[in-house]
T-cell receptor, first 115, second 112 residues
Framework: AQSVTQLGSHVSVSEGALVLLRCNYS??????LFWYVQYPNQGLQLLLK??????LVKGINGFEAEFKKSETSFHLTKPSAHMSDAAEYFC?????????????FGQGTRLTINP | EPEVTQTPSHQVTQMGQEVILRCVPI?????FYWYRQILGQKVEFLVS????????KSEIFDDQFSVERPDGSNFTLKIRSTKLEDSAMYFC??????????FGPGTRLTVL
């Protein structure tokens, strides 16, 4: 079975500082990995995805993530935090069943940006 | 930009009542999903639907749950007899390919 662990349920950084949100996965097959963001009272928006191509994946809003197989990690980073980045972030791993995809999510990390 | 929509945004019901949560997926998508998020917990997979049938369902998706795509545009989740523990945010998602899903804004279900 696949699983995801997000280290840190709450992360707080200053505006302009580096954002690092940690995600480790467990998968018996090569994984597809995703980061989603959820703003208050909204649905889940895809930030970026890894699907076995380049290990460094660039997403929207200046975020990127690096797939490291040896560390079973897919950490999300952004060089300089902006106030609008405050949200809940979810890492997910997927399995493919009969062509459809099942996402297994981590617990989420709430990112707070301090002025 | 096309988006997944869900109605209602908030549904309050009495325990034992039936509820139907509605979703309109993005029009050319072929894969449809329901997830739920109990307050303070992780997002959990409920069911996937492709080619007019369920592809996979989780242990949560028992006989009280059903899904339907009645008219080629809507995708519904029915809970026949709601329990208190069904209170959660329910998310619909759709995708055109197996490696991406677009989520709706969710329906908050409160069972009293």
């Amino acid at each position: 079975a696949q699983s995801v662990t997000q280290l840190g349920s709450h992360v707080s950084v200053s505006e302009g500082a580096l954002v690092l949100l940690r995600c480790n996965y467990s998968s018996s097959v090569p994984p597809y990995l995703f980061w989603y963001v959820q703003y208050p009272n909204q649905g889940l928006q895809l930030l970026l995805k890894y699907t076995s191509a380049a290990t460094l994946v660039k997403g929207i809003n200046g975020f990127e993530a690096e797939f490291k197989k040896s560390e079973t990690s897919f950490h999300l980073t952004k060089p300089s935090a902006h106030m609008s980045d405050a949200a809940e972030y979810f890492c997910a791993v997927s399995t493919i069943i009969q062509g459809a995809q099942k996402l297994v999510f981590g617990q989420g990390t709430r990112l707070t940006i301090n002025p | 930009e096309p988006e997944v929509t869900q109605t209602p945004s908030h549904q309050v019901t009495q325990m034992g009542q039936e509820v139907i949560l509605r979703c309109v997926p993005i029009s050319n998508h072929l894969y449809f999903y329901w997830y739920r998020q109990i307050l303070g917990q992780k997002v959990e997979f409920l069911v996937s639907f492709y080619n007019n049938e369920i592809s996979e369902k989780s242990e949560i998706f028992d006989d009280q749950f059903s899904v339907e795509r009645p008219d080629g545009s809507n995708f519904t989740l029915k809970i026949r007899s709601t329990k208190l523990e069904d209170s959660a945010m329910y998310f619909c998602a759709s995708g055109s390919a197996y490696n991406e899903q677009f989520f709706g804004p969710g329906t908050r279900l409160t069972v009293l």
